[in-house]
């Protein structure tokens, strides 16, 4: 299938590694012109060599941290005056830390809103423009699959994400007479550092072992094993093609078959 990528312009936020970078990879493969951003410029870097390398493209990158507006809008305004124009927009934001109810006070609920809610906003606030310009826009937002079903011990994760698909649904109202579609793709368990992270916690929460923690956890998912970043970026890529022309303001879970939830 021709997904229609070649020669469009991406954006795609925190990119530096994870599920950014896999999404952006996919793009690149497609033939897509890249930008990718992340608050490390070393991280940056690299992961824009190992791109060209695996896609054989071109990658731009730009220094962007999305708890900083005015970072947002220069970044954005960087990409598309180096791409003539923007027509796919990825939005992304590392989580916010786990934690329960009891272990957060407002500053805590307030970062965490600016860092996965309000990121999402300000991204989308900026390349608006740039979409309407391209008449086929697409908006991308990656979440998590606590859109469809809370996960435990990551309450505000649990709360902003599903702000997030909250924002997709209403945005691809009012998008769509300009030709944009939106959609959020969330994961399940995808094998990255921050899983990672999450199992090393819980381990030692719970005195067990790592091993112990995955084995657990894929025995919950139906397909029996973690997903790769690769997987995922496949999925983002289409929703944030021209092969995707009538699929708007829906949550798609990539999760294996973790969510039981209809």
Do not use: H
Request: no cysteine.
């Amino acid at each position: 299938m021709d997904l229609g990528l070649a020669g469009k312009s991406v954006f795609v936020a925190a990119a530096s590694k994870g599920l950014g970078k896999a999404s952006a990879l996919a793009f690149a493969k497609e033939g897509a012109k890249v930008t990718i951003a992340s608050r490390n410029t070393e991280q940056l870097e690299k992961a824009r060599d190992e791109i060209r390398e695996a896609a054989g493209q071109e990658v731009g990158i730009v220094q962007m941290d999305v708890l900083d507006p005015k970072q947002i809008q220069e970044a954005i305004r960087a990409a598309a005056d180096a791409q003539g124009g923007l027509d796919v927009l990825v939005t992304n934001a590392g989580g916010p830390p786990g934690g329960s109810f009891s272990d957060f006070k407002d500053e805590d609920w307030e970062r965490g809103f600016e860092l996965t809610l309000l990121s999402t906003v300000r991204m989308i606030r900026e390349a608006l423009p740039y979409l309407k310009s391209a008449k086929e826009g697409r908006i991308v937002n990656i979440a998590s699959s606590s859109i469809k079903q809370p996960i435990p011990g990551l309450i505000l994760s649990n709360v902003f994400r599903a702000g997030i698909q909250g924002l997709t649904k209403s945005l691809s109202q009012e998008l769509a007479e300009d030709g944009i579609l939106i959609n959020t793709v969330a994961p399940g368990r995808i094998a990255t550092e921050r899983i990672m992270q999450l199992d090393r916690l819980r381990a030692d929460e719970q005195q067990r072992t790592v091993e112990d923690i995955l084995a657990e956890a894929n025995r919950q998912i139906a397909l029996g094993r973690t997903g790769t970043p690769e997987e995922f970026g496949r999925i983002v890529a289409f929703y944030g093609s021209l092969a995707n022309t009538y699929m708007t303001g829906q949550s798609i879970l990539v999760d294996g078959g973790l969510v039981k939830a209809l």
